[in-house]
């Protein structure tokens, strides 16, 4: 059997045995929108709130909004981002995000994040987090989030904006 058709088998068999993409998935939209490197965090016992991260990348040409997420791992999804109040670092419900074009928007811990709130089990490690995002003009994009360890600082162990993963004031909405 030669290399291609080996590697092909493989890939094939991988597929079967429910092998999914890694950390890194990229998926780019026909309008041009850039999806990469989402993740999300397991949960602790108990913890009926999680989070999702990724990057959002546009052409320069072309601006879009992402307006909303749903996922059946949880009873709701917010899009949401930290913000300093009065020295108090809060957290707050966005209605829709804008990706402005030739700009990269990163969802990281301490920043712009995905709540998935009233989780209907834990996020484990190793796990993988179905998620569809809704766009104005990419529509709906589906990913598949693999969930990394608590307090994992992000795919590569470094997001730039890592605050411990406290997720405070959270259980109240």
Known sequence: MDRTATVATLSFAALLLGAAPSVGQTVTTHTGLTISTPWARATPGGAKVGAA?????????????????????????????????GGVMRMRRLDKIAVGGGNTVTFRPGGLHIMLIDLKQPLKEGDRVPL?????????????????????????GADGEHRGGHHGGHGKH
């Open 132 to 156: 569809t995002l809704r766009f104005e003009k990419a529509g709906e994009v589906a990913l598949d989030v693999p969930v990394l360890k608590v307090g994992s600082p992000g795919p590569g």
């Open 53 to 85: 991260y990724l990057s959002l990348k546009l052409p320069a040409s072309i601006d879009d909004t992402l307006v909303a997420a749903s996922s059946p791992v949880a009873g709701s999804v917010e899009l949401h981002t930290h913000m300093h109040d």
